[in-house]
């Protein structure tokens, strides 16, 4: 996997962290070691979800190889799908459910419910590449998360609007695009 690639990947995974911690930060007032912590939560949960799902790809490897291009697809052309969906339904996310008192405890919940499409996303990249491939990407998948956590928490102070729609489009594009150029690398060349 290229620089590019991994990066456009660790973009398109965390579209939905910008668009809720902006969408956190808009609607509480949060003091920069919250906005840190927040960040930092959704960077470790965005790097630990693509490395599970990386160890249970690589585990699988030998035993589905004649097929593990069609499974990463599949993986990444679901997710990638379902975003697009999302941004095109316009969905809105659900933070009225959230107690903001324990924020620790939020944040990991977000975090969570942020970094579940990266689990799928990290079986196919163990399917496709070796371990130490895979940790650089998911490095730079959770350096990502921070940076772009930290731009979606100051965006939502300033009170700039988000368009998750069209972010969420966009990373559906460009998680189905890498499913596809993975499918076709392996049936053609």
Request: glycine share 8%; charged share 15%.
């Amino acid at each position: 996997m290229v620089f590019w690639e991994a990066f456009l990947l660790a973009l398109a995974l965390c579209v939905d962290t910008l668009v809720v911690s902006a969408a956190t930060a808009l609607r509480l007032c949060l003091l920069r070691r919250q906005r840190l912590l927040m960040a930092l939560v959704f960077a470790l949960c965005q790097g630990a979800f693509p490395l599970a799902g990386a160890l249970i790809g690589d585990a699988a490897r030998a035993f589905i190889e004649a097929v593990d291009h069609w499974i990463a697809f599949a993986l990444l052309a679901l997710v990638g799908g379902k975003m697009l969906l999302d941004g095109i339904r316009d969905r809105e996310e659900a933070l009225q459910t959230f107690n903001f008192r324990f924020p620790i405890f939020n944040y990991l919940l977000l975090g969570v419910a942020t970094s579940i499409d990266a689990f799928a996303v990290g079986i196919g990249l163990g399917l496709q590449h070796p371990l130490g491939t895979v940790l650089w990407v998911v490095l730079l998948i959770a350096l990502t998360t921070f940076v772009v956590s930290l731009l979606g928490s100051a965006l939502g102070r300033r009170r700039t609007p988000i368009p998750g729609r069209t972010a969420n489009v966009v990373a559906g594009v460009v998680l189905v695009a890498l499913g596809v150029k993975i499918l076709l690398e392996h049936l053609f060349f």
